[in-house]
T-cell receptor, first 113, second 116 residues
Framework: AQKITQTQPGMFVQEKEAVTLDCTYD???????LFWYKQPSSGEMIFLIY??????QNATEGRYSLNFQKARKSANLVISASQLGDSAMYFC??????????FGQGTELSVKP | DGGITQSPKYLFRKEGQNVTLSCEQN?????MYWYRQDPGQGLRLIYY???????QKGDIAEGYSVSREKKESFPLTVTSAQKNPTAFYLC???????????????FGEGSWLTVV
């Protein structure tokens, strides 16, 4: 069965420090995609970063990078230089073959001043 | 501007009533999705559709129904069979290309449904 697991319900980080949000996935597909989304308290879903299963290099988008370890089936999000505006829920998601998109339970990140 | 429009944003339903949530996109996307989100929880997939006139059940389809008669529209009906429908509902769409930006999933702003 396809599944996304985020084991950290909540995380705290000091402003300007880096933080890693964990994500592991389970799939038997050879071709899949991994996403990270941010959801502020307003409810909107903000796309952060994408990693394809055949991409050899880790994806980066500004302060966001994805630590992709295919053998371990992990796709951790690293946020560098945390800002107060980074406080939100973060969701890891996987696009499986057949077009199905599934999400993890999310991690609530709180950035302290 | 291109995007996904969900309506209504807030909806109250009496027990035993069916309600329909609208989702319209003008992005020319092939695939569309409906998710349910309970407070403090992740997104659970209700239904998804990759092409017009075709859709598949997600993980929690019981008590819900959908249609995909037009590429730009994917309405969700919450039927009276759904025992606990109070939740936040999110619609999403995606191009089917594998290369960026086709991989990006676009979301609507969501609809809050409350049973009274």
């Amino acid at each position: 069965a396809q599944k996304i697991t985020q084991t950290q319900p909540g995380m705290f980080v000091q402003e300007k420090e880096a933080v890693t949000l964990d994500c592991t996935y389970d799939t038997s597909d050879q071709s899949y995609g991994l996403f990270w989304y941010k959801q502020p308290s307003s409810g909107e879903m903000i796309f952060l970063i994408y990693q394809g299963s055949y991409d050899e290099q880790n994806a980066t988008e500004g302060r966001y990078s994805l630590n992709f370890q295919k053998a371990r089936k992990s796709a951790n999000l690293v946020i560098s230089a945390s800002q107060l505006g980074d406080s939100a829920m973060y969701f890891c998601a996987m696009r499986a073959q057949g077009g199905k998109l599934i999400f993890g339970q999310g991690t609530e990140l709180s950035v302290k001043p | 501007d291109g995007g996904i429009t969900q309506s209504p944003k807030y909806l109250f339903r009496k027990e035993g009533q069916n309600v329909t949530l609208s989702c319209e996109q003008n992005l020319n996307h092939d695939a569309m999705y409906w998710y349910r989100q309970d407070p403090g929880q992740g997104l659970r997939l209700i239904y998804y559709s990759q092409i017009v006139n075709d859709f598949q059940k997600g993980d929690i389809a019981e008590g819900y129904s959908v249609s995909r008669e037009k590429k730009e529209s994917f309405p969700l009906t919450v039927t009276s069979a759904q025992k606990n429908p109070t939740a936040f509902y999110l619609c999403a769409s995606r191009r089917r290309d594998r290369v960026p930006p086709g991989n990006t999933i676009y979301f609507g702003e969501g609809s809050w449904l409350t049973v009274v």
